[in-house]
């Protein structure tokens, strides 16, 4: 006799997941992405009970952060590609998943779920229980810079060399992959959100301006850049003034914030260049011709190809759709799980 789980698997949407820091998307086959919302819960503090009868998740919860009275706050609860408060990791998770399903219950869907490659046995412990309590009947995770090579449309399993570069919110995640192997990695967490803290302090230290993280966010979209712009512009930004404590509002120009956003980026740099040293001599020269990917939304920062072709002396390129790779290299890895299983680990695997 068939069990429950089994039938309510076949009836369920199985999906690729990039659980990010920052946005979480969630990936169908034959439909593409399906999902694109901020990784943001709304909570009671008191409680921990998800505002809004559990519907305060992604788009809506974002809208409240730094603008939450005293009992309620807003979480982003991955810091640095990993899950910093599980029980909100799975409440969201939960959301999602029943959310593109479009029903709430009798879900059991296999998820495939990218991560980055630095983490450890118990943080990939944690995204394993947050997944399989929200709902997942089967859970599957594969590095983030293997799940993007592959969402970017690069043959990954061939015995040929492809780097690349995934830039997410919390973490930036470099690799050779050969093989559909790794053959050389480095994960550093210096990614969109370092970007974020870092304009946040230059406004405090410069223009003795406090802003929050989604106008600094606003900035880095709208001025950042890491080589001189053809024409140089500014914007308007707002905040609470450091001595006195009331709103003020300064201009900010893209030149100062290109100077703010270099530190972080050459952090990043550094790592790329550390992972082409450990690279085989073989494999090395493939990437002379193949050159870098640059995938997720760091990748979108202006001039970072260029940048990076002129400090690591190969060809860069920024992927198509590159904030979509890693959700749509999960899907891939998912319609082909019999061919990827070596290279997938499960919770069978703990």
Not at 50 to 60: P, S
Not at 104 to 130: C, H, L, Y
Not at 232 to 260: F, H, W, Y
Request: net charge negative; glycine share 10%.
């Amino acid at each position: 006799m068939l069990g429950l789980n089994y039938i309510l698997g076949l009836l369920s949407i199985d999906m690729g997941i990039d659980l990010g820091t920052a946005n979480t998307l969630v990936c169908v086959r034959g439909e593409g992405v399906v999902l694109d919302e901020p990784s943001v819960v709304a909570v009671r503090k008191d409680t921990g009970e998800v505002l809004m009868n559990g519907m305060a998740v992604g788009h809506a919860a974002k809208d409240m952060l730094g603008k939450t009275p005293a009992g309620i706050r807003a979480v982003r609860p991955l810091k640095d590609g990993v899950i910093a408060d599980f029980d909100v990791t799975e409440a969201m998770l939960h959301y999602f998943i029943m959310k593109v399903h479009n029903r709430r219950f009798g879900v059991r869907p296999r998820v495939v779920i990218g991560v980055p490659s630095g983490i450890t046995t118990v943080e990939k412990q944690a995204v394993f229980n947050s997944a399989e309590r929200a709902g997942a009947r089967q859970v599957f995770l594969i590095e983030e810079p293997r799940a993007a090579g592959l969402g970017a449309g690069l043959p990954i399993q061939e015995p040929n060399a492809h780097m690349i570069v995934d830039i997410g919110g919390g973490t930036a995640d470099i690799a050779v992959t050969s093989l559909a192997e790794l053959v050389s990695s480095r994960s550093v967490r210096v990614a969109g959100d370092k970007f974020d803290d870092a304009i946040v302090e230059h406004m405090r230290r410069s223009h003795n301006l406090y802003i929050g993280s989604q106008t600094a966010e606003r900035i880095k979209i709208q001025l950042g850049s890491v080589v001189p712009m053809a024409e140089e512009v500014s914007l308007e930004v707002k905040g609470r003034d450091v001595s006195v404590g009331r709103p003020r509002a300064c201009m900010v120009n893209s030149a100062e914030i290109r100077e703010v956003l270099l530190a972080p980026v050459m952090k990043i740099v550094a790592a790329v260049i550390e992972c082409l040293e450990e690279t085989p001599p073989e494999l090395s020269a493939d990437l002379v011709d193949s050159g870098l990917v640059l995938t997720g939304g760091g990748a979108l920062l202006r001039g970072l190809a260029p940048l990076l072709e002129r400090e690591v002396g190969l060809p860069a390129r920024v992927a198509d759709d590159p904030m979509s790779c890693v959700a749509r290299g999960t899907a891939i890895f998912l319609e082909h799980l019999d061919r990827y299983a070596s290279i997938l680990e499960s919770s069978d695997d703990f």
